[in-house]
């Protein structure tokens, strides 16, 4: 069946070092999500990625989709204390259309 | 209005027990979601809403009972669970389920 996984698992990073999580897909996507979830919060929609090698942008959080749309990546710049937090990938693997979360890759910055 | 609404936020009841979890959006979107969250996992999908139908129903025990009244309301019926259904219950919705999914803050459930 349809897998999923999130590398690493776990990230410690020092305040200011950048971070770089990936998903990868067993299987083609047709469109990617990221989420976040603080410590003790809940998820929060990041982004949704749909196109071939897309790339977007938000403030100091870079999004990429793969060519072969089986991969994407999330890179943040100059990690804060404030990027603490688990990034779940989610994708229509196992419901068409209806998303089901990665493992999750829990980031800690240290200042 | 841009939330979800999770009540209660927290819930300790027993194993002969009736409760029900309750969320409410007004965001005008078609679908919603019930997901189960255990600690340092995944949210896991439950159960869907399209539509206020029921479409997808993930092999979750009959001891868990969804229903949507309308299309700005969800519930979780629950009855006779056991101490491994503690986890935190995870209300979503989505304008339909091509977009970003609105979550909830949630209601961390304990069964004695």
């Known amino acids: 069946g349809q897998q999923v996984m999130q590398i690493p698992q776990y990230q410690h990073v020092q305040e200011g070092e950048d971070f770089t999580t990936y998903c990868n897909s067993s299987?083609?996507?047709?469109?990617i999500q990221w989420y976040k979830q603080r410590p003790g919060g809940h998820p929060v929609f990041l982004i949704q990625?749909?196109?071939?090698?897309e790339v977007k942008k938000q403030k100091r959080l870079t999004f990429q989709f793969g060519e072969a749309k089986k991969n994407s990546s999330l890179h943040i710049t100059a990690t804060q204390t404030t990027d603490v937090g688990t990034y779940f990938c989610a994708g229509p693997w196992n419901y068409g259309q209806n998303f089901v979360f990665g493992p999750g890759t829990r980031l800690s910055v240290l200042p | 209005d841009t939330e979800v609404t999770q009540t209660p936020k927290h819930l300790v009841m027993g194993m002969t027990n009736k409760k029900s979890l309750k969320c409410e959006q007004h965001m005008g979107h078609r679908a919603m979601y019930w997901y189960k969250q255990k600690a340092k996992k995944p949210p896991e999908l439950m159960f869907v809403?399209?539509?206020?139908?029921?479409?997808i129903n993930e092999s979750v025990p009959s001891r868990f009972s969804p229903e949507c009244p309308n299309s700005s309301l969800l519930n979780l019926h629950l009855h006779a669970l056991q101490p491994e259904d503690s986890a935190l219950y995870l209300c979503?919705?989505?304008?339909?389920?091509?977009?970003?999914?609105?979550f909830g803050s949630g209601t961390r459930l304990t069964v004695v």
């Open positions: 990625l749909v196109k071939s090698g």
């Open positions: 299987t083609t996507l047709s469109n």
């Open positions: 809403y399209s539509y206020e139908k029921l479409s």
């Open positions: 979503a919705s989505s304008l339909t389920g091509d977009y970003g999914y609105t």
